[in-house]
């Protein structure tokens, strides 16, 4: 673990620049899991996520000789803008490399944050292309390469949250519940939390189909994932640094994988009930309760919001993945009759009073019998997909669901 110094001495370094984010109980959470529910706001941060405190305590930290050569750093979201709005205030040039796959939107917030101290090169499609031309920018400019995650002074200006949330806090915390993706909040955070507060459970917490954390713990070594589910982008890595994860063995007690559907319900649910905006990564955390419920009752928990650097044009997206892995949202294959009526008595006989036909297509072919559609249903609950299902039986309906058949459903929607 970290020192406790080594993360007060980069609290003293970076609070005149970054902002101490607020932490308040939450009145909604705390009613639906009977227990008293804290954010940590990191959502409220100046480039909206945590990564400003790593980034800016690093920065800090440099040489003069060090400040001249200049920075760079591989990313396509909050760690860049977290790295240019530190460029503006240390005035340190940098050159910050973005898969050209970047949406312009982010693009646009690091130029706000970096002005005239900045420099984004696009390049290649992923951010290993990214991170591979920093690379090689080091190497032939001598740069200095601000790292997101894997770094001691970047863990300890991250570890500066947990420093935060223990000052403000007038309770004993029973349950941290920390997001993770290359493994930098938890390692820093947990290092204080560990020495500071030691009887509280620090939960880590995954997208379920990018759990880089949990299965290194379980092998005990680093493991590189082939292939992972990039939807909760802040918190998707192939695999987690190896500093982060010598620290994490010591400080994690446990571990939680949540569904991406589970995620875009949560952020959905924060917006309507609280105002709240987070990204996907800032939602997992909260999103873990609902699979702690029982352990969690009567206890005192902090829940960290690591940022709300959400794209609006994804939206739609969340709202689907949300449905779906509520059991509200469903497709099918269906093969009707190609005879006149077909389609009418499916809508009065099969389709139910409260179902909503949100997806149809369909193309006539006078040289079949049947002709397959595309049909999207959304149901007012759960119950209602069984007797929906029964009605296609009764009804003699020619069906296929394809929600469960993950290559066709990508395909077809």
Known sequence: MLPILDIETAYLQIKEVVAQTMLSKNINLSERFDSNVYLKREDLQLVRSYKLRG??????SLT??????GIVCASAGNHAQGVAYTCKQLKIKGRIFMPSTTPKQKIRQ????GKEYIEIVLTGDTYDDAYNAAMKDCTEYGSVFIHPFNDELVIAGQGTVGLEILREIDVKIDYLFVPIGGGGLISGVGSYFKQVSPRTKIIGVEPFGAPAMKMSLEKGERVVLDKYEKFVDGAAVATVGDLNFEIAQEVIDDMVLVPEGKVCTTILSLYNEDAI??????ALSIAALDFYQDKIKGKNVVCIVSGGNNDITRTEEIKERSLLYEGLKHYFIIRFPQRSGALRDFLVNVVGADDDITHFEYTKKNSREQGPALVGIETKSRDDYDSLIERMKINGINYQLINDSPDLFHLLI
Do not use: S
């Open 277 to 282: 905006v987070v990204e996907p990564a800032g």
């Open 110 to 113: 690091v130029n706000m944050f």
């Open 55 to 60: 980034a800016y305590n690093k920065m800090a």
């Open 64 to 69: 003069h000789q060090e400040r001249n050569k």
